[in-house]
Nanobody, 122 residues
Framework: QVQLVESGGGLVQAGGSLNLSCAAS????????MYWLRQAPGRERNFVAA????????SYADSVKGRFTISRDNAKNTMYLQMNSLRPEDTALYYC???????????????WGQGTQVTVSS
């Protein structure tokens, strides 16, 4: 079993930045592909970004390319999402997810955190 805990959400003005963290426990962290997804009110949960266990490969949704950067520190069992140039449409509950397989672009992974709220004001 894998436990995931997100942190770093908050309220920020459009154009601002936030750095989300996801702390993992319960399994060798480097064996897991890690994912960020988000869900706005009344909408389905959508893929945002992914990183392989080694950290060498990354994948992004088109809507965040060039603005968001996913990374991980396997020594700290932690994944990050640096979000720059935030827009009101980035407002959502952001989830961290993990999977033993590399499957970017999906929304049905093995393990999930509880989410952290990001609100971008205009």
């Amino acid at each position: 079993q894998v436990q995931l805990v997100e942190s770093g959400g908050g309220l920020v003005q459009a154009g601002g930045s936030l750095n989300l963290s996801c702390a993992a426990s319960g399994r060798t962290f480097s064996s897991l592909s890690m994912y960020w997804l988000r869900q706005a009110p009344g909408r389905e949960r959508n893929f945002v970004a992914a990183v392989t266990g080694s950290g060498f490969a990354r994948s992004y949704a088109d809507s965040v390319k060039g603005r968001f950067t996913i990374s991980r520190d396997n020594a700290k069992n932690t994944m990050y999402l640096q979000m720059n140039s935030l827009r009101p449409e980035d407002t959502a509950l952001y989830y961290c997810a993990a999977d033993t397989k590399w499957r970017p672009g999906r929304n049905n992974y093995d393990y999930w955190g509880q989410g952290t709220q990001v609100t971008v004001s205009s």
